[in-house]
Each structure stands twice: as structure tokens, then as C-alpha cells.
T-cell receptor, first 110, second 116 residues
């Protein structure tokens, strides 16, 4: 497909792990990104992964990349109320354009 | 390090009026982007500058939108005349051309436009 696909909503209990999934479009994409957007704010870069890697860990964040399936995931360990936000997946395509998904709204249950 | 600055943060105008948004990128960043984010959607690239030249404006509605970056630093995005469907957040972003951060882009807080 032409679009970066993400599920629109995810609800997780505080303290559990959150896993947000994304399917991207271009097998020649060089970089894949995860951005966080809180209400009324711009996009904050959380992490990114180069296409020749299959995993990247940064504190509570783990990014997994499956190039064969063009699938990217973001795992947030020990989810906190401050993690409540919209998470955007983005790819830098072979033509150097950066394309965003529609975002996954993460809701934290008490 | 100061982030990407945008103004105004909020603007309400009537349809057919004009509006202009200003962006000051992170110091030293050669690449500047304007994105449009409609409620419930991801950001869509409108125009990309490298220094003061346009790299990509293929999704800019040129009959009503214009953007410039005359001295390769600040940029303005103008909409004239505005339509109801232009209601969105206009996000400015920048990235360096060289160095370890050249593949990341940094966003401002956005300018929220409501057209009534």
C-alpha cells in the first residue's frame, strides 16, 4: 500500500508494557522513526532505527524492525501515565521523503 | 539549544481571508520543512527547503499556499485565500545537513489554524 499503517487506539494498564505496531511502505526506506505528540504540542522524536538494524533499545523503549514484512514496533516497558499521547510511525523513503502514519493514541488505564 | 520556534500559536480567521505563519529553525539547520496536520491524521509534507532553495513542494496547493525562505534561515508560510478545509496545525521542522543528527527532524510546537 501507499500509506504507513498504524492501529488508531491502544489501551494499556499502568505498569504493563505497551506495544505499538506499524507497517510501512517502501522496502528501500533508510530510517524508521517514532514520534510522540502530547495534546497541544508538536512532535517529539522518541527514537529511530536505521534499516540495517533489527532492534534498538533506549531505556524503556525497544524498537523492533522486520524488513521482510516492512513491520516496525515500539515497546514501552512499565507504561506510566506520562506516556499517554499519540505515537506516530514515520519512514524515510528511498526518495528521501518522510511519510507519517496517522498515529496511535495510547490510553493508560489506572 | 533552542528549538524550532513558530508563531503565532493560534489563529482564527474567516474563509477567504489570508494568514501567515513564521518559523525560525534550530540554528545551523539547513533543511526546513512545513507540514500540515489535520485533526486525526499524521503530518503531511507541504514544502521542504534546503537553505533557501525548494527541494520538494509537490503537495503544496500552489493556488492558495506560498512559502519562502529568503535568507536560508527563517521561513514564512502564507495561505490566501483560506478555505474551511485549511483548518489544521501547521508544523515547522528542521534538520541539519551534516553530522550525526542529519537523519532526524525536529518539530516546533505548531501553529493552530481555525477557518470559520
Amino acid at each position: 500500500g501507499e500509506d504507513v499503517e498504524q492501529s488508531l487506539f491502544l489501551s494499556v494498564r499502568e505498569g504493563d508494557s505497551s506495544v505499538i505496531n506499524c507497517t510501512y511502505t517502501d522496502s528501500s526506506s533508510t530510517y524508521l522513526y517514532w514520534y510522540k505528540q502530547e495534546p497541544g504540542a508538536g512532535l517529539q522524536l522518541l527514537t529511530y532505527i536505521f534499516s540495517n538494524m533489527d532492534m534498538k533499545q533506549d531505556q524503556r523503549l525497544t524498537v523492533l524492525l522486520n524488513k521482510k514484512d516492512k513491520h516496525l514496533s515500539l515497546r514501552i516497558a512499565d507504561t506510566q501515565t506520562g506516556d499517554s499521547a499519540i505515537y506516530f510511525c514515520a519512514e524515510r523513503r528511498g526518495d528521501d521523503k518522510i511519510i507519517f502514519g496517522k498515529g496511535t493514541r495510547l490510553h493508560i488505564l489506572p | 539549544e533552542a528549538g524550532v520556534a513558530q508563531s503565532p500559536r493560534y489563529k482564527i480567521i474567516e474563509k477567504r481571508q489570508s494568514v501567515a505563519f513564521w518559523c525560525n529553525p534550530i540554528s545551523g539547520h539547513a533543511t526546513l520543512y512545513w507540514y500540515q496536520q489535520i485533526l486525526g491524521q499524521g503530518p503531511k509534507l507541504l514544502i521542504q527547503f534546503q537553505n533557501n532553495g525548494v527541494v520538494d513542494d509537490s503537495q503544496l496547493p500552489k493556488d492558495r499556499f506560498s512559502a519562502e525562505r529568503l535568507k536560508g534561515v527563517d521561513s514564512t508560510l502564507k495561505i490566501q485565500p483560506a478555505k474551511l478545509e485549511d483548518s489544521a496545525v501547521y508544523l515547522c521542522a528542521s534538520s541539519p545537513l551534516k553530522g550525526g543528527k542529519r537523519n532526524t527532524i525536529y518539530f516546533g510546537e505548531g501553529s493552530w489554524l481555525t477557518v470559520v
